[in-house]
């Protein structure tokens, strides 16, 4: 009997199908056409109820904010219930095409030998190494970038507890993956916040990005030097024996895959005049899509895809959940807070100085309540916009992204600092206060000032 001929078989077959059509949603939405925000809605509603017994308990409460807020837009205005529909619709269904991109490119064999190439650094690079390595891999991969280091790390925790690295090598892998957020067109702090600000371009923001990206990492790897015994270069002591021939190939192939796919977002954006979104939207199809072609003609057939589509209808449930009720919350509460406000009442640039450097600082005080930086961005941004200056927009984007990821490695609530805590079994409070507690306030304070210097320039 087929796999697909089993109770099993067809419920996963069933939870592949409703994926894929959430998914069809987002590309029609990509595409200028509106499909039927009513079956929309019953599409996702459906998913959710498939898998509703593995929902978290925040995941829980926000449904019930997503269904209150679309029950009292629906019954208030059809126009505002159908403009957080869609917005709501595109976002999640691209958030599936990147959770189905990290499971794809998650088991192929250069990514596990790049990861085991990295934590087999001898001492006094293996920081370094760990820190690069985690936001390279963190742009294909995400959070799984952080699961893949973690693991290889976790079954060598005596020995590094022996060299008093435990912790500093996971702080090396979280740093790497927080500096991620802060610029990558494919990291949803950027994806979700140029979604809800469309009159910020991309490439007017990502100089400072990048700068931020790039200063975060060496600053932590600053601290580490001053603070880590992972900096004496006199007793290395492998965790890994690496294939020395292997090491670079390994490496080359890992960022051909990673330049290639952030490269084909910018040259379809360049030359189709798509906005950033959809071109990333369409370009992580595409790499699913020929992923899925090539395992295809190597035997598999459509089983790989279905056992695809299903495990991210069912394991990303969590995401798809808190993802659509930031967007569609989000759309609702900026429709009414233009009605309440005044057109700019940030009109002066102290005001505005101020809102730049504290909107960080509310994401890591939101994080420390638990609350996803999806979620709180959204609602800042919704907050903020109508009341800021239209001229400063993409300061206002800029202090989200990068808000974004200082929260990232800043509280101990966030996905990846919790998924390093229990590979590593170490407390994620130790690991956000104790170990980057330092980074986040440095990190708060050098762009709150520096963007209130900004403001004024830019």
């Known amino acids: ?36 925000a009513w079956l929309v809605a019953a599409v996702f509603l459906t998913i959710i109820g498939a898998s509703l017994s593995r929902l978290g308990t ?22 505002l219930f159908l403009n957080a529909t869609h917005s709501a619709v595109f976002l999640t269904s691209l958030i599936a095409a990147l959770l189905l991109l990290g499971r794809i490119v998650g088991r ?15 001492q006094g690079r293996r920081y370094l190494a760990l820190t690069l390595g985690a936001h390279l891999l963190s742009i294909i991969l995400n959070f799984g970038a952080v699961a893949l280091l973690s693991a290889f790390l976790a079954p060598q925790r005596d020995t590094l507890q022996r060299q008093g690295a435990e912790i500093s090598l996971t702080l090396a892998v979280l740093r790497g993956f927080a500096a991620m957020p802060m610029w990558s067109p494919l990291a949803l702090s950027v994806l979700i916040t140029l979604s809800l600000i469309p009159e ?8 400072v990005c990048l700068c931020a990206a790039t200063l975060y990492m060496l600053a932590g790897i600053a601290l580490n030097f001053g603070s880590s015994v992972d900096r004496d270069f006199s007793s290395p002591e492998p965790l890994y024996t690496a294939a020395s ?10 960022l051909a895959r990673t330049l290639g796919l952030v490269g084909g977002v910018v040259v379809l954006h360049l030359a189709s005049g798509l906005p950033m979104l959809s071109s990333v939207f369409i370009m992580i199809l595409g790499a699913v899509g020929w992923s899925w072609a090539r395992e295809a003609i190597e035997g598999s057939g459509p089983a790989r895809m279905i056992r695809d589509l299903g495990a991210i209808s069912r394991d990303g449930v969590n995401e798809l959940v808190i993802l659509a009720t930031a967007a569609f919350v989000g759309t609702v509460l900026a429709h009414y807070m233009h009605g309440m406000v005044d057109a700019s009442p940030l009109a002066g640039r102290l005001e505005i100085s101020a809102a730049i450097a504290l909107v960080p600082a509310v994401m890591v005080a939101c994080g420390m309540l638990a609350i996803n930086p999806i979620l709180s961005g959204t609602i800042l941004i919704g907050a903020l916009k109508p009341v800021w200056p239209g001229d400063d ?12 990821g200082i929260t990232s490695a800043g509280t101990p609530f966030t996905a990846n600092v919790l998924i390093a805590a229990r590979n590593m079994n170490i407390r994620a409070s130790i690991l956000a206060f104790d170990g980057n507690g330092r980074l986040t306030v440095l990190a ?15």
């Open 1 to 36: 009997m087929r796999a697909a001929d089993t109770p099993d078989g067809r419920w996963s077959l069933f939870q592949a199908g409703l994926l894929a059509l959430l998914i069809a949603f987002g590309v029609l939405r990509t595409l200028g056409l509106h499909p039927w």
């Open 58 to 79: 925040v995941a829980k409460a926000l449904l019930t904010v997503l269904l209150v807020t679309g029950l009292v837009a629906g019954l208030d205005d059809k126009a």
């Open 108 to 122: 192929a064999p250069d990514i596990c030998q790049c990861a085991e190439m990295l934590v087999s650094q001898p």
């Open 200 to 207: 910020v371009s991309y490439w007017r923001i990502l100089p």
């Open 245 to 254: 021939g292997q090491t670079r190939p390994v490496l080359l192939r890992v």
């Open 393 to 404: 927009l993409h300061m206002l984007a800029l202090s989200v992204i990068i808000g974004w």
């Open 444 to 458: 708060l304070a050098l762009y709150g000032s520096c963007g209130a210097v900004t403001s004024y320039l830019w």
